[in-house]
């Protein structure tokens, strides 16, 4: 097979380049290969997307950031604890806190029908009561317990001649201290205290009785 000539073919070839269909296809061409690559087009793919990085070249403010960076949250401290409240209680004295706690117990009957023995009664509470002195009620109406123990913790010598011993009887503790008669006496002489076995509080009538005895 023959070649055809060299300046045949060369005019062949700018031939089809004239023609407008092959400026179209170039230019299709040209358009699709920047679509692709847009970084190896005029401008490069910061013209294009709009990129910050291009807008920096151009001298532009960039667009806003689109979220924000996170936030910085700080774990609770914990709390601390409030300093207990500092309360000033005197030292109790040695003699006061090696000596045994008395308890005064007086025996009633919250039933009673009798008059004499209900003023009885409401007296000799009354009176411990005014004078601040630490007691506690007993009641043998409405406690068999209570009952049992005053009958069978009265001395011998300090029942009636007949019959079971009555209220208001006294004790400090266990021991006992005796009934109305016994605490109205007392009273009379100023000397409470004593007959409950406990101190008279200073300022007191019977303890400037005592005093003055002892003087």
Same mark, same amino acid.
């Given at each position: 097979m023959t070649r055809p000539p060299p300046h045949r073919t060369s005019r062949v070839? @700018? @031939? $089809?380049? #004239? *023609? /407008? &269909?092959?400026f179209f296809s170039l230019f &299709? +061409?040209?358009?699709?290969f920047l679509t692709i690559f847009p970084s190896s087009g005029p401008g490069g793919a910061d013209c294009w997307a709009? *990129?910050?990085? *291009? =807008? #920096? !070249? !151009?001298? $532009?403010?960039?667009p806003p950031a689109a979220s924000r960076p996170p936030s910085r949250r700080l774990s609770p401290s914990p709390r601390r604890a409030a300093p207990p409240a500092?309360?000033? @209680?005197? =030292?109790?004295?040695?003699? #006061? #806190? *090696? =000596? /045994? +706690?008395?308890?005064?117990?007086?025996y009633i009957a919250s039933s009673s029908g009798s008059t004499a023995i209900k003023k009885q009664q409401q007296d000799v509470l009354g009176f411990l009561?005014?004078?601040?002195i630490e007691f506690e009620e007993k009641d043998i109406a409405a406690n068999e317990e209570n009952r049992k123990w005053m009958r069978e913790n009265v001395p011998e010598d300090s029942r009636p001649a007949s019959g079971n011993? &009555? /209220?208001p009887r006294l004790f400090n503790d266990s021991r006992?201290?005796?009934?109305?008669? %016994?605490?109205? $006496? %007392? !009273?009379?002489?100023n000397a409470v205290y004593a007959f409950l076995g406990l101190t008279a509080p200073p300022g007191s009538k019977e303890a400037e009785a005592l005093a003055k005895?002892? %003087?």
């Open positions: 070839v @700018r @031939r $089809e380049l #004239a *023609s /407008p &269909l092959s &299709l +061409s040209f358009f699709f709009g *990129s910050p990085v *291009s =807008a #920096a !070249r !151009r001298g $532009e403010a960039g500092h309360t000033h @209680r005197p =030292a109790p004295h040695p003699a #006061a #806190a *090696s =000596a /045994p +706690s008395m308890v005064i117990k007086v009561e005014a004078n601040k011993p &009555l /209220p006992y201290l005796g009934d109305y008669e %016994a605490f109205f $006496e %007392a !009273r009379e002489n005895q002892q %003087a």
